[in-house]
């Protein structure tokens, strides 16, 4: 009888600890989904609390245990599919050596900047003991240093991209200007094929007017040279007749008498 009111009495107990157990473990994975959405999404190895000293096996370990934990089919967390693909594109950038190479650069950038903030050598390791003085403690300043840093790249590629893009709308807008530049021309050839007769007309009339005034004009030029040329004939004659008639005494001639009248 006491076995089994001892064993009907650890059964209620079992249970309460495995509701705790489940509700602890459900409590624990929105903690992680929390703690990944909250992290730098710039830096893989915050995301998924890794430093950069890791190894490659170390990294696909750590990334199939957070994967498992924060699965969005075992946690409630609304947000548990975007700490999920969080996740999936930490550790696909960590597995891309030259990805990982450029972070692991500006993570050393930036711990030389400090070290040299710091006037300390920049070979000193992390655990040095002037560094575990430091207030805040050094690997928060790594962090944040390394965020700045990360930022400052981000907004330079950023820039970069819009640069590119510019100059390919400018490429862009002037193919465009050009292809409309060739169907004017093509265009104006057309209209100037199709109006070659009119054109033909109009020049020709245009010839014949000109050709016309060209020739009254010489006719009214030759008219005002021969009259011109005439006054002054006639001026010069009158001249030479007053002339002659100072000189010779020459008389103009006289008319005749009818002859009844001489009679």
Not at 2 to 20: G, I
Not at 118 to 134: G, S, V
Request: with cysteine; aromatic share 8%.
């Amino acid at each position: 009888m006491s076995s089994k009111a001892s064993s009907s009495s650890s059964k209620p107990v079992d249970d309460v600890e495995k509701l705790l157990s489940r509700e602890a473990t459900a409590f624990q994975r929105e903690l992680e989904v929390e703690r990944i959405l909250k992290a730098f999404k710039l830096n893989p190895y915050e995301i998924l609390d890794l430093n950069e000293s890791v190894t490659a096996d170390e990294i696909k370990k750590k990334y199939r245990q957070l994967s498992l934990f924060i699965h969005p089919d075992k946690t409630p967390h609304a947000r548990a599919p975007d700490a999920f693909d969080l996740l999936k594109k930490a550790e696909s950038e960590l597995s891309d050596q030259k990805k990982r190479d450029e972070l692991d650069a500006v993570i050393k950038q930036a711990r030389i900047l400090l070290l040299r903030g710091l006037q300390l050598p920049t070979t000193t390791e992390d655990d040095d003991d002037k560094l575990r003085e430091l207030n805040p403690p050094w690997k928060e300043q790594l962090r944040a240093k390394t965020k700045e840093l990360l930022i400052d790249e981000e907004l330079r590629r950023r820039k970069a991209i819009k640069m590119n893009l510019a100059n390919e709308g400018l490429e862009a807008k002037k193919k465009e200007e050009e292809i409309a530049a060739k169907k004017r021309k093509a265009e104006d050839d057309a209209n100037w094929e199709a109006n070659r007769e009119q054109r033909f007309s109009v020049k020709t009339t245009g010839l014949i007017l000109v050709i016309s005034i060209s020739l009254w004009r010489s006719v009214i030029l030759i008219l005002r040279c021969f009259l011109f040329v005439h006054t002054r004939l006639v001026v010069f004659f009158k001249f030479y007749m007053y002339i002659c008639n100072i000189h010779f005494n020459w008389k103009p001639l006289q008319k005749e008498e009818p002859y009844n009248e001489r009679v």
